[in-house]
């Protein structure tokens, strides 16, 4: 069964950092996409940052140069460096991947559960 797991959330100061990890795990064949979305309490789901085949990197507008995503393609793990943060960063940051799973014939969407990031003084 393919799953992703997220880690590294919690409560910070504003201008504080968070590094958020996220380890997918099962039989894969091959990812397309890896990457983080969040949802605040009353708004809809939003992308933070994604990385495209491996190389390209897209990230939200509110972004602005606070975070960074990455991977260690090795470990099939996705980690967000997120610094400077906002109170208006405050969500549930999801992990996302479009994943090939052994035995499948297409790539599908998987999601982990969630970790609460939040930035408060």
């Known amino acids: 069964q393919v799953q992703l797991v997220e880690s590294g959330g919690g409560l910070v100061q504003p201008g504080g950092s968070l590094r958020l990890s996220c380890a997918a795990s099962?039989?894969?064949?091959?990812?397309?996409?890896m990457g983080w979305y969040r949802q605040a309490p009353g708004k809809e789901r939003e992308l933070v940052a994604v990385i495209l085949g491996g190389v390209t990197t897209d990230y939200g507008d509110f972004v602005k140069g606070r975070f960074t995503v990455s991977r260690d393609h090795a470990k099939n793990m996705v980690y967000l460096q997120m610094d400077n943060l906002e109170p208006e960063d405050t969500a549930v940051y999801y992990c996302?991947?479009?994943?090939?799973?052994?035995?499948?014939?297409?790539?599908?969407?998987?999601w982990g559960q969630g970790t609460q990031v939040t930035v408060s003084s």
């Open positions: 099962g039989n894969i064949v091959n990812f397309n996409a």
């Open positions: 996302y991947a479009r994943m090939l799973p052994r035995g499948a014939d297409a790539y599908a969407r998987y």
